[in-house]
T-cell receptor
Framework: EPEVTQTPSHQVTQMGQEVILRCVPI?????FYWYRQILGQKVEFLVSFYNNEISEKSEIFDDQFSVERPDGSNFTLKIRSTKLEDSAMYFC??????????FGPGTRLTVT | DQQVKQNSPSLSVQEGRISILNCDYT??????FLWYKKYPAEGPTFLIS?????DKNEDGRFTVFLNKSAKHLSLHIVPSQPGDSAVYFCAASGWTGTASKLTFGTGTRLQVTL
């Protein structure tokens, strides 16, 4: 069964450094998303992406964040200058019909 | 901004019995509701969904009920099995024209005991 994959599974970075989180969505899906879950809190929407552009973004998704689909398979989330409060699990999701989203296993980002 | 609420942080049920997980929402623009199951260190796994035009959807041991007037939905698991022990998230969605984000509740940790 096709699945969403994410790399790396765990990323440790120093405050102020740039990180890129990578995702490979399910191949025939058209809508792509990033969510995050801070430890002990609920899963929060960051951004949605369709037709090579951002469809919607949350207030969390400020100028420090960007997304890109550099080729036909990868979908990336970049954080330019990480802060301690960016430490969280980051989940990529994709869907064909924009309701039932399928999630990857997540990347645990630890900012020290 | 708690548009989706799961008021029970945890639930313990004996194996073979029914598990009922509840969820309330406040935003009338939501038109699709989903339940996800999550194990530690894994991503949410889609379980079952329901459109706002229905009041019940069943898939094997899982049934979701929607009461639009009360803005309430519930997930029933019958019979409960030890492998069902996980955190269950209710999520809601509303079409925004180009994509639909999911708004999640805080989750309910289900423990199925032997």
């Amino acid at each position: 069964e096709p699945e969403v994959t994410q790399t790396p599974s765990h990323q440790v970075t120093q405050m102020g450094q740039e990180v890129i989180l990578r995702c490979v969505p399910i191949s025939n899906h058209l809508y792509f998303y990033w969510y995050r879950q801070i430890l002990g809190q609920k899963v929060e929407f960051l951004v949605s992406f369709y037709n090579n552009e951002i469809s919607e973004k949350s207030e969390i998704f400020d100028d420090q964040f960007s997304v890109e689909r550099p080729d036909g398979s990868n979908f990336t989330l970049k954080i330019r200058s990480t802060k301690l409060e960016d430490s969280a699990m980051y989940f990529c999701a994709s869907t064909e019909v924009s309701y039932e989203q399928y999630f990857g296993p997540g990347t645990r980002l630890t900012v020290t | 901004d708690q548009q989706v609420k799961q008021n029970s942080p945890s639930l313990s049920v004996q194996e073979g019995r029914i598990s009922i997980l509840n969820c309330d929402y406040t935003n009338s623009m939501f038109d699709y509701f989903l339940w996800y199951k999550k194990y530690p260190a894994e991503g949410p796994t889609f379980l079952i969904s329901i459109s706002s035009i229905k009041d019940k959807n069943e898939d094997g041991r899982f049934t979701v009920f929607l009461n639009k007037s009360a803005k309430h939905l519930s997930l029933h698991i019958v019979p409960s099995q030890p492998g069902d022990s996980a955190v269950y998230f209710c999520a809601a969605s509303g079409w925004t024209g180009t994509a639909s984000k999911l708004t999640f509740g805080t989750g309910t940790r289900l423990q199925v005991t032997l």
